[in-house]
């Protein structure tokens, strides 16, 4: 069965410093990941998503998510940190790319401060 | 890139009750998908709605509570039956397009 693991509940960070949100799945073949994010109040957005190619994937906003099969990871990453990306980041995967059955991490809350 | 939009965007309705929630992408999609996020949650698929047959519902859900429509290939409906508090969330309307998956702005539903 497929899953998706976010270690964190909460990932706080000061602005301007990088910031790691963790993503770990479980999928059987090929897997296809994603990173959204969800502001208060408002709908799910998509960051980036891995296919297949680069392990490095760069996505919207300045967030980039490396592919680590051997760890079975897909953590979200950002060089330097806004407050304004304070949101809901989840992580979610699908076994193929033909099927709109996504299956999400827990989400993990991510707090910049000043 | 789809756009999606979704009415009502929130209720409050009491229990028993019943609310029908619309789904409308500006691109023709051959499957729709209807998720539910409970408060504090994540999001969970409910069913799949192709163009003229009938959804296909996750485990856990079942057509009677959640009936869904898919009239043309642009709309979509879901009804929340006979509703109770449990059922208090945020409805999300998605669909595919090309390798990226798209969420419409979901309708916060509150039971009482």
């Known amino acids: 069965a497929q899953s998706v693991a976010q270690p964190e509940d909460q990932v706080n960070v000061a602005e301007g410093n990088p910031l790691t949100v963790k993503c770990t799945y479980s999928?059987?073949?090929?897997?296809?990941l994603f990173w959204y994010v969800q502001y208060p109040n408002r709908g799910l957005q998509f960051l980036l998503k891995?296919?297949?190619?680069?392990?490095l994937v760069k996505g919207s906003y300045g967030f980039e998510a490396e592919f680590n099969k051997s760890q079975t990871s897909f953590h979200l990453k950002k060089p330097s940190a806004l407050v304004s990306d304070s949101a809901l980041y989840f992580c979610?995967?699908?076994?193929?790319?033909?099927?709109?059955?996504?299956?999400f991490g827990q989400g993990t809350t991510l707090q910049v401060k000043p | 890139s789809a756009v999606i939009s979704q009415k009502p965007s929130r209720d409050i309705c009491q229990r028993g009750t019943s609310l029908t929630i619309q789904c409308q992408v500006d691109?023709?999609?051959?499957?729709m998908f209807w998720y539910r996020q409970q408060p504090g949650q994540s999001l969970t698929l409910i069913a799949t709605?192709?163009?003229?047959?009938?959804?296909?519902?996750e485990s856990g859900f079942v057509i009677d509570k959640f009936p869904i429509s898919r009239p043309n290939l642009t709309f979509s409906t879901l009804t929340v039956s006979n509703m109770s508090p449990e059922d208090s969330s945020i409805y999300l309307c998605?669909?595919?397009?090309?390798?990226?998956?798209?969420f419409g702005p979901g309708t916060r539903l509150t039971v009482t």
């Open positions: 709605a192709n163009q003229g047959s009938e959804a296909t519902y």
């Open positions: 979610a995967v699908k076994g193929s790319s033909n099927t709109g059955k996504l299956i």
């Open positions: 891995y296919i297949t190619g680069d392990n």
């Open positions: 998605s669909v595919v397009l090309g390798n990226e998956q798209y």
């Open positions: 999928v059987s073949g090929n897997p296809y």
């Open positions: 691109s023709q999609v051959t499957m």
